[in-house]
């Protein structure tokens, strides 16, 4: 795939073009990528709680983080 670049006065890359399929294609890639990473990190936490690690978050505390 070949993408056009934007370039700056000292022709030097500062952006791309992409197609706006190609980028919502991208963006929901992300959106999932994202969503996957927060599992992952709230399933090591867990592990952590249950090794003693890490100390259980009360109600309180875990509704104030939303």
């Given amino acids: 795939m ?11 890359k500062v952006a791309v073009l992409l197609k706006m ?4 294609e991208a963006e929901k890639k992300y959106k999932a990528y994202d969503i996957a990473l927060s599992i992952k990190r709230g399933l090591k ?21 939303l």
């Fill in 45 to 65: 936490e867990v592990e952590q709680i249950e090794t003693g690690k890490l100390k259980p978050k009360d109600t309180h505390d875990l509704l104030n983080e």
């Fill in 21 to 24: 399929k190609d980028w919502l």
């Fill in 2 to 12: 070949s993408l056009p670049y934007l370039l700056d006065e000292d022709n030097k």
